[in-house]
């Protein structure tokens, strides 16, 4: 059984940091992509960041470019998120998702895990 198991969210203040977890399980990710997407309350589900397990090269949105890193740890199976500068607007539900393809299309994504909340207060 595939799982995606995400960590790390909180509440922060504005300009703080927080790291996002997701552990990996029931399969082997090697060939895949791996994202983290958001979903603020009233807003679709949104791409934050890909990495490609095997090569580590990653991919951001303009909008988290320079303040927040992808990458991943092979020994643990996990991969993590380091958001840094964090703003009001960064507040949402976190997820960590699987997708065969290398893509930042949240349809393309086969598996996700349950979400970690991000709070950010001014």
């Known amino acids: 059984q595939v799982q995606l198991i995400e960590s790390g969210g909180g509440l922060v203040q504005a300009g703080d940091s927080l790291r996002l977890s997701c552990a990996a399980s029931?399969?082997?990710?090697?060939?895949?992509?791996m994202g983290w997407f958001r979903q603020a309350p009233g807003k679709e589900r949104e791409f934050v960041a890909r990495?490609?397990?095997?090569?580590?090269?990653?991919y951001y949105a303009d909008s988290v470019k320079g303040r927040f890193t992808i990458s991943r740890d092979n020994a643990k199976n996990t991969f993590y998120l380091q958001m840094n500068s964090l703003k009001p607007e960064d507040t949402a539900v976190y997820y960590c998702?699987?997708?065969?393809?290398?893509?930042?299309?949240?349809?393309?994504?086969?598996?996700w895990g349950q979400g970690t909340q991000v709070t950010v207060s001014s």
């Open positions: 029931g399969r082997t990710f090697s060939s895949y992509a």
């Open positions: 990495i490609r397990w095997s090569f580590g090269s990653t």
């Open positions: 998702a699987a997708s065969r393809v290398l893509t930042q299309d949240r349809s393309l994504y086969e598996y």
